[in-house]
């Protein structure tokens, strides 16, 4: 399957926990989008990056949550001491630069407990 | 602040129909602007992309348009069938081409 690969497809954490998710891109793709989709809500941009460099980040909130795409391996989402309001489908994409489409995996829900 | 709007928020028609989307910005300094579908609990499939310079763009039955200076995109669906069944959503790209700004989408139902 040459599509964005996200993991894992559900996580389930309590409340204090962190969570890690995890976002690899289509092959020959350098650019990564991070979105979330809160129930009932649209789609909201989070960040964006490209190998190991953070472009954008404007959407992220500014405390617990953190995104990186090393050389090598896949971009990873952090947030730290996981809250209920963080339960919310997180979706990664992809771009081969940032004037293409950009490409998405099938998410990760996540549920706080 | 980019605002995308998407109406109607539901749509039901019956198999055959041809059907109309809309999608309206609130600024017009957009990099590209792209139609979405999203079936349930899975991710987004890419539909049609429309470069700022572009006034439309076809693949099969899927007809978009853009016109920017009114701030308004339409995505054309022609001889609708059951497998169309979806949320459709609309997206432009900020003017630095950094963030895909979404509207909350449009769910399309079409029953046989």
């Known amino acids: 399957n040459a599509g964005v690969m996200q993991n894992p497809r559900h996580l389930v954490r309590r409340r204090g926990q962190e969570a890690r998710l995890r976002c690899s891109p289509m092959?020959?793709?350098?650019?990564v989008y991070w979105y979330r989709q809160l129930p009932e809500e649209g789609l909201k941009f989070m960040v964006y990056?490209?190998?190991?460099?953070?472009?954008?980040e404007s959407g992220m909130p500014k405390e617990r949550f953190s995104a990186e795409f090393p050389k090598e391996g896949p971009s990873i989402l952090r947030i730290q001491q996981v809250v209920r309001g963080d339960s919310a489908a997180y979706f990664c994409?992809?771009?081969?630069?940032?004037?293409?489409?950009?490409?998405f995996g099938d998410g990760t829900r996540l549920s706080i407990l | 602040k980019q605002e995308v709007t998407q109406i109607p928020a539901a749509l039901s028609v019956p198999e055959g129909e041809n059907l109309v989307l809309n999608c309206s910005f609130t600024?017009?300094?957009?990099?590209?602007l792209q139609w979405f579908r999203q079936d349930p609990g899975k991710g987004l499939t890419s539909l049609l992309l429309?470069?700022?310079?572009?006034r439309e763009q076809t693949s099969g039955r899927l007809n978009a348009s853009l016109d920017k200076s009114s701030g308004r995109s339409t995505l054309y669906i022609a001889a609708s069938q059951p497998g169309d069944s979806a949320t459709y959503l609309c997206?432009?790209?900020?003017?630095?081409?950094?963030?895909?700004?979404f509207g909350k989408g449009t769910t399309l139902s079409v029953s046989s």
């Open positions: 994409a992809s771009s081969s630069d940032s004037s293409q489409p950009q490409h």
């Open positions: 092959k020959g793709h350098s650019h």
């Open positions: 990056l490209q190998k190991e460099n953070i472009i954008d």
């Open positions: 600024d017009s300094a957009i990099y590209n």
């Open positions: 429309i470069q700022s310079s572009q």
């Open positions: 997206a432009v790209t900020n003017q630095a081409g950094t963030a895909l700004i």
